[in-house]
């Protein structure tokens, strides 16, 4: 692997057959590992745009941080590499960690965000060896692509240099943005406008002072596990506007999928009229899966509903209690929906899209990106000792006079220090890959998705206008989650590279 900041060192004539990977995060392991995989490596070179040498094969998640910022898939689930689910388990005997033994819900069972990305560098280093010796180079340009324009047949990059470069294959993988900045903090003392890397973050907290943690998803639960592990003493409040907490990951069953497929999906589909399904149809479907597992439709449906309507504590302790109900409704929607999910969604009408959107949005995040049990105990005892409060109807945060803020939510709570750990912005495209689709967009090689992000083919993941899709052109990941609603996790992440790297094959050998 070359790192190279001056492209015009590897113009090639031969362009049709390069491709660009813009990002150089997980998902472009994924691509890379898919790639090297292939029976026939491909001709041309494959060149991979990361600015931040700190994120490169890490992405923002995984990247190096503190031991307390955890993994929340099973390990043995968790693998960049299709068909191969127990490869992360695999490295981590390899190289003897102590992670990842044990039963799932003992502490240490979910290795540490770091470990991963450790695994995600050999993988990458592994598929960049494999894909050389067999003639397809791969070359890192640590410089941030700010544009990209069409001079059929070929796609023409512009990097922050002003260096350009001519691909047959475009692949944007620019990963999630940062937490949007909702009360308008930035440049306030005591404001903490991104919660990550949480070894950073925390270092300059008092460890009596009071902290307020804006938001209550995986990474608002990072923030409190990370004070909790670094020794704070001070009260804690995580406050959102709805106080859902991540589910916490039961006992697993890995149930095997055998109605609520892709395939019987677009059965449904293809039978209608208009080619859609219908929210009943799709539970219709859900429900015979869940009978088939002894399952009760009516409880998982119940606790999907539960996410925004009970009280986060309270839910959180009868989830704990319940880590080995013998109901596997749970577990069956957690392998069922993100499986099916990317198939399913596009599928719905729009205005069963929406109604999904606007209404399950928080329940679906929270039942696909559970917590481990080993964080949930900890939230619990915070709780039990008077030390975390968790609001819920947050609507202001304001600096206080004379330092501090004050939080408006179901009950006030003032603060010393803010966190801000919401979710990325919805348009799904972060400010840094803000110039490359602008200029597709402006250009029309792209379209922005009505519910953010880009539109893409789904089962290819090619950008569209109009519907029509470009096979020079593909986004993977957040930017792409208009479209495909589940985008987030590495499951997700592997099939859709697999879609990708499948269509790129598919039409390089028609050309």
């Known amino acids: 692997m070359n790192d190279m900041n001056n492209l015009s060192d590897i113009n090639d004539p031969d362009a049709i057959d390069d491709i660009a990977v813009i990002g150089g995060g997980a998902a472009a392991v994924a691509v890379l590992d898919r790639l090297a995989r292939l029976p026939e490596a491909g001709r041309g070179r494959v060149v991979v745009f990361e600015p931040d040498p700190a ?199 890995h149930p095997e999928i055998r109605h609520f497929t892709p395939a019987r999906v677009h059965a449904l589909a293809d039978a209608d009229a208009n080619g859609t399904l219908g929210l009943e149809q799709l539970a219709a479907l859900l429900s015979e899966e869940l009978h088939a597992h002894g399952a009760d439709p009516a409880v998982a449906f119940d606790e999907l509903m539960s996410a925004e309507r009970e009280e986060p504590l309270a839910r959180l302790r009868r989830q704990h209690q319940q880590l080995d109900h013998p109901d596997t409704g749970m577990r069956v929607m957690q392998e069922a929906v993100p499986t099916t999910g990317p198939d399913a969604f596009p599928r719905l009408h729009p205005a069963a899209q929406d109604y999904i959107r606007e209404n399950l949005y928080r329940g679906i995040m929270s039942l696909c990106c559970p917590m481990p049990p080993e964080n949930a105990r900890i939230l619990l005892d915070l709780a039990d000792r008077g030390q975390l409060h968790i609001e819920r109807g947050l609507h202001t945060v304001k600096p206080r006079e004379g330092g501090g803020f004050l939080l408006g939510a179901d009950s006030s709570a003032e603060a010393d220090w803010v966190i801000n750990a919401v979710s990325a912005p919805a348009h799904r495209i972060p400010d840094a890959a803000r110039g490359v689709f602008t200029s597709l967009t402006q250009a029309e090689q792209a379209e922005y998705h009505r519910a953010g992000g880009v539109s893409v083919e789904p089962a290819t993941s090619r950008v569209t206008v109009d519907a029509r899709p470009d096979s020079r052109l593909y986004a993977i990941g957040d930017v792409a989650g208009g479209t495909l609603f589940f985008t987030s996790g590495m499951p997700s992440i592997v099939d859709r590279a697999v879609d990708v790297v499948d269509a790129v094959r598919s039409t390089s050998e028609r050309g």
Request: proline letters at 9%; hydrophobic letters at 40%.
């Open 55 to 253: 994120r490169l094969w890490r992405g923002r998640a995984y990247r190096r941080d503190t031991d307390s910022v955890l993994v929340n898939i099973l390990p043995a689930e968790m693998s960049a590499t299709a068909g191969d689910p127990g490869a992360f388990t695999d490295w981590l005997k390899r190289t003897q960690s102590p992670y990842g033994k044990g039963s799932w819900d003992e502490d240490g069972h979910f290795p540490p965000r770091h470990v991963f990305g450790s695994y995600l560098a050999h993988t990458a280093e592994q598929a960049i060896s494999s894909l050389s010796l067999r003639g397809r180079p791969v070359n890192v340009v640590h410089r941030q692509v700010i544009g990209v324009r069409d001079l059929n047949p070929l796609l023409e990059i512009t990097d922050d240099s002003g260096d350009t470069r001519l691909f047959g294959r475009v692949i944007c993988a620019v990963g999630p943005g940062i937490p949007a900045d909702h009360y308008e903090l930035a440049g306030e003392e005591g404001f903490l406008p991104d919660p990550y890397p949480l070894a950073d973050t925390l270092s300059p907290i008092p460890a009596d002072a009071a902290v307020a943690v804006i938001g209550t998803g995986l990474a608002a639960v990072d923030a409190v596990v990370s004070l909790h592990r670094a020794g704070h003493t001070g009260p804690i409040v995580m406050a959102s506007r709805n106080g859902c907490l991540p589910a916490i990951r039961q006992r697993p069953v």
